[in-house]
Protein backbone atom coordinates (compact mmCIF):
# COMPACT_ATOMS: atom_id res chain seq x y z
CA UNK A 1 0.00 0.00 0.00
CA UNK A 2 1.23 3.43 -0.87
CA UNK A 3 1.69 5.65 2.05
CA UNK A 4 -0.56 8.99 1.99
CA UNK A 5 1.88 12.02 0.92
CA UNK A 6 1.77 15.15 3.38
CA UNK A 7 2.18 18.44 2.31
CA UNK A 8 5.02 20.55 2.78
CA UNK A 9 4.13 23.16 5.76
CA UNK A 10 7.23 24.60 5.11
CA UNK A 11 6.50 25.78 1.52
CA UNK A 12 5.96 29.70 1.04
CA UNK A 13 7.80 30.58 4.43
CA UNK A 14 10.50 32.89 4.33
CA UNK A 15 14.20 32.56 5.88
CA UNK A 16 17.09 30.44 5.98
CA UNK A 17 15.91 27.49 8.35
CA UNK A 18 12.45 27.35 6.68
CA UNK A 19 14.49 26.42 3.39
CA UNK A 20 16.90 23.66 5.32
CA UNK A 21 13.13 22.26 6.89
CA UNK A 22 11.59 22.54 3.49
CA UNK A 23 14.35 20.38 1.85
CA UNK A 24 14.69 17.72 4.65
CA UNK A 25 11.24 17.23 4.96
CA UNK A 26 10.83 15.09 2.69
CA UNK A 27 13.22 12.91 4.16
CA UNK A 28 12.58 13.42 8.21
CA UNK A 29 8.38 14.07 7.56
CA UNK A 30 6.15 15.48 10.86
CA UNK A 31 7.63 15.05 14.12
CA UNK A 32 6.20 11.58 15.42
CA UNK A 33 3.68 12.30 19.06
CA UNK A 34 2.79 9.90 21.06
CA UNK A 35 3.60 6.21 22.09
CA UNK A 36 1.33 4.93 18.56
CA UNK A 37 -1.76 3.64 20.50
CA UNK A 38 -4.62 5.42 22.51
CA UNK A 39 -3.64 5.84 26.02
CA UNK A 40 -6.12 6.83 28.44
CA UNK A 41 -5.56 9.86 30.53
CA UNK A 42 -3.60 10.50 33.41
CA UNK A 43 -5.18 10.14 36.68
CA UNK A 44 -2.69 11.23 39.73
CA UNK A 45 -2.62 9.55 42.67
CA UNK A 46 -5.20 10.68 45.71
CA UNK A 47 -1.83 10.26 47.92
CA UNK A 48 1.43 10.75 46.22
CA UNK A 49 4.35 10.22 47.89
CA UNK A 50 7.96 11.74 47.41
CA UNK A 51 10.75 10.20 44.96
CA UNK A 52 13.41 11.03 47.27
CA UNK A 53 11.71 10.21 50.83
CA UNK A 54 8.95 8.00 50.06
CA UNK A 55 6.93 9.95 52.55
CA UNK A 56 3.56 11.71 51.57
CA UNK A 57 3.54 14.94 49.88
CA UNK A 58 1.08 16.49 52.07
CA UNK A 59 3.50 16.34 55.08
CA UNK A 60 6.05 18.43 52.44
CA UNK A 61 7.27 21.86 52.26
CA UNK A 62 7.40 22.96 48.67
CA UNK A 63 9.47 26.57 48.32
CA UNK A 64 8.34 27.96 45.50
CA UNK A 65 11.44 29.75 43.68
CA UNK A 66 10.61 32.86 40.73
CA UNK A 67 12.69 33.02 37.33
CA UNK A 68 15.69 33.38 39.19
CA UNK A 69 15.77 31.06 42.33
CA UNK A 70 14.57 27.35 41.72
CA UNK A 71 11.76 25.95 43.51
CA UNK A 72 12.62 23.54 46.42
CA UNK A 73 11.09 20.64 47.67
CA UNK A 74 11.65 20.39 51.71
CA UNK A 75 11.16 16.63 52.71
CA UNK A 76 9.91 16.20 56.72
CA UNK A 77 12.26 15.00 58.93
CA UNK A 78 11.53 12.46 61.73
CA UNK A 79 11.06 15.29 64.23
CA UNK A 80 8.62 16.80 61.72
CA UNK A 81 6.75 13.48 60.89
CA UNK A 82 6.43 12.32 64.83
CA UNK A 83 4.54 16.05 65.54
Not at 18 to 46: D, H, K, Q
Not at 55 to 81: F, K, Q, V, W, Y
Amino acid sequence: MHEQKLPNPWRDVPGFWARVSRVLYPFAGPAEVGIGRPEEPYRPPADPTCPVCGASMAEHRIERGDATTPTRLHCPTGDDRAA
